[in-house]
Nanobody, 127 residues
Framework: QVHLVESGGGSVPAGGSLRLSCAAS????????MAWFRQAPGKEREGVAS???????NYADSVKGRFTLFQDNARNTLYLQMNNLKPDGTAMYYC?????????????????????WGQGTQVTVSS
């Protein structure tokens, strides 16, 4: 059974930084795609950043240049470094994982392509 556990959320002022972590266990499918999504109250879940099995990354336009995705394979942990946070970044942030499929290759920031999800970690950015 796949477990994804997020941590690192919190409250910061605009312009601040946070690093989110996603500890993964139980993943047995090969060629894994992993990603971070966020969902603000009353809004749809949106993709923030993804990483494919070969290490290729994709970022939402709204976070490019500010967020960086990286992983520690030895610790089975995915990180999202978030710099220069803005108030519209206030949301619950979720980690997701799924086996590589054609759908994910074409649209790695679409939530429908992912099988497994964590419980989320809250990020609040004050203006």
């Amino acid at each position: 059974q796949v477990h994804l556990v997020e941590s690192g959320g919190g409250s910061v002022p605009a312009g601040g930084s946070l690093r989110l972590s996603c500890a993964a266990s139980g993943i047995t499918y090969k060629r894994v795609y992993m990603a971070w999504f966020r969902q603000a109250p009353g809004k749809e879940r949106e993709g923030v950043a993804s990483i494919g099995s070969a290490g290729s990354t994709n970022y939402a336009d709204s976070v490019k240049g500010r967020f960086t995705l990286f992983q520690d394979n030895a610790r089975n942990t995915l990180y999202l470094q978030m710099n220069n946070l803005k108030p519209d970044g206030t949301a619950m942030y979720y980690c997701a994982a799924g086996p590589t499929t054609a759908s994910l290759v074409v649209g790695p920031l679409r939530p429908t392509g992912y099988n497994d999800w964590g419980q989320g970690t809250q990020v609040t950015v004050s203006s």
